[in-house]
């Protein structure tokens, strides 16, 4: 089963506007990674955030971690119309649990 | 190669035969970590390596699915008796976890399996 869920499950955007994607969880934790996923390149890490962080910056991109409220962001900064993916939270526990997705298109 | 290698990358089977997928990890990972995909949904967790040991099969859907990795590098994921509802693509990653430490998992391209 896939306990982490990413919302929205669709987000449309224009090019150079920001991005945010929201993803929660229900159980305890020993980090959150995000991972990109396109047709090009398959399955692609993004940006890990221990569970005793709370904000981490990597480029364009920006990770919260709220581990009081299960809860995950992810913000892309002046998207570009590469971005367009979809973007998964995975929480890692023993094993990493996928959530279900965000599917964003950056039109240009 | 400096990245997670699966072959092959497609692999149209019958229903009721049998297949072997293969992963190659990064050189060094400790770690080996088998997925499922289903079209439209995130990767669903099968099961883990650690070196050559086991450590967790629980997501494997049946008896019909077995992994091994003998020699704690190569590894590859078998399913006997191909049903239809194992089409699906099954990646691979790889990882550095060791001694209780996580790190970001590397991905390969993935086995597309469409059985008919």
């Known amino acids: 089963s896939q306990q982490g869920e990413e919302d929205p499950q669709a987000l449309s955007i224009q090019e150079g506007e920001n991005a945010t994607m929201n993803c929660s969880y229900k159980t305890s934790i020993n980090n959150l990674q995000w991972y990109r996923q396109n047709s090009g390149r398959g399955l692609v890490h993004l940006i890990l955030?221990?569970?005793?962080?709370r904000e981490k910056h990597s480029g364009r991109l920006r990770v919260t971690l709220d581990t009081s409220k299960k809860s995950s962001s992810l913000l892309i900064t002046a998207s570009r119309a590469a971005d367009t993916a979809s973007y998964f939270c995975?929480?890692?526990?023993?094993?990493?649990?996928f959530g279900t997705g965000t599917l964003l298109a950056v039109q240009p | 190669g400096a990245g997670v290698s699966q072959s092959p990358r497609y692999k149209v089977a019958k229903r009721g035969q049998d297949v072997a997928l293969r992963c190659d990890p990064i050189?060094?990972?400790?770690?080996l970590f088998w997925y499922q995909q289903a079209l439209g949904q995130g990767p669903e967790f099968l099961t883990y390596?650690?070196?050559?040991?086991?450590?967790?099969k629980s997501g494997l859907p049946s008896d019909r699915f077995f992994a091994e990795r003998p020699e704690g590098s190569v590894s590859t994921l078998k399913i006997q008796r191909t049903q239809q509802e194992d089409s699906a693509v099954y990646l691979c990653?790889?990882?550095?976890?060791?001694?209780?430490?996580?790190?970001?998992?590397?991905f390969g391209p993935g086995t597309r399996l469409t059985v008919t």
């Open positions: 995975a929480i890692r526990g023993n094993k990493l649990i």
């Open positions: 390596f650690q070196n050559e040991a086991q450590l967790d």
């Open positions: 955030i221990r569970s005793n962080e």
């Open positions: 990653a790889s990882s550095l976890d060791s001694g209780g430490q996580t790190y970001e998992q590397y």
């Open positions: 050189s060094g990972h400790v770690s």
